[in-house]
């Protein structure tokens, strides 16, 4: 089973435009194996594929959905996202489509020698680059906003608990309004 390595925005792994060599060295599964290597159903596989954040390496003579080491590393980063840092499958899809163009813009850049095209891409590059800080700290200021929430209703509890150490007895409390 590999290493489940979560490559961050800009690393080889999360870069959707990453080749998908079918070589020798890089051995094609099947969907089942994928997701038991995953962690994955093979329904939120086909899934992800329908919505556009996955395309299978290739397609056996039977029809069945092939997967490579590329794509392996792509589901685990879209589950990483997803399950630990709690993104919706939307903000995945802008992460990746920013990525995508990232690496199309590198290509672009460097066969071009047009002063004019080159700025293009690297303001077009900017903005991708600062909806992505934005999405993450959008995402930042929730989870915070839940720490200080959480922070909160634990110094309520205990500010009970010191009253009861300190008087020895429970004071009624008025109901929560709903």
Do not use: C, W
Not at 68 to 80: E, N, V
Not at 163 to 168: C, K, L, P, Q, R
Request: negative net charge.
């Amino acid at each position: 089973m590999p290493d489940p390595v979560t490559p961050v925005l800009g690393s080889p792994q999360a870069d959707p435009a990453a080749s998908h060599d079918t070589d020798e060295a890089s051995p094609l599964l099947r969907i089942q194996e994928v997701a038991d290597v995953v962690g994955l159903t093979t329904r939120s596989i086909r899934y992800y594929e329908e919505i556009g954040l996955l395309a299978p390496a290739a397609r056996s003579e039977g029809a069945y959905r092939l997967y490579d080491a590329d794509d392996i590393a792509r589901l685990q980063f879209i589950k990483g996202l997803r399950d630990d840092a709690g993104f919706s499958l939307a903000e995945i899809g802008q992460l990746l489509e920013d990525e995508t163009a990232r690496a199309a813009n590198r290509a672009r850049f460097r066969e071009s020698r047009s002063p004019r095209e080159r700025r293009a891409v690297l303001l077009d590059g900017m903005a991708r680059i600062d909806r992505q800080v934005a999405t993450l700290r959008a995402k930042i200021e929730r989870l915070q906003s839940m720490v200080q929430s959480a922070t909160d209703r634990r110094a309520h509890l205990a500010g009970h608990l010191a009253e009861i150490d300190a008087e020895g007895h429970v004071r009624p409390h008025a109901p929560v309004p709903r």
